[in-house]
């Protein structure tokens, strides 16, 4: 890779890292809300929310 410093390697390997994990939580949220909670009558924004806010720490 002629002409492509580090830093420039550095910098594109950071965005796409955060990219990946922007989709992993947007994945993650969706499959909760569609699948896991599903036709769930009373679902607790509140209480998701904490859990979604707990599950992007760890990604």
Known sequence: ????????ISI???AIK????GLMNELIELHLRE???GDTEE???KEL????A??????
């Open 54 to 59: 707990l599950v992007k720490r760890y990604l």
């Open 18 to 21: 955060g990219a990946i994990n």
């Open 12 to 14: 594109c390997n950071s």
């Open 35 to 37: 699948h896991v909670l």
């Open 1 to 8: 890779m002629k002409g492509i410093s580090s830093s420039q």
């Open 49 to 52: 929310n904490e859990f979604l």
């Open 43 to 45: 679902i607790k924004e």
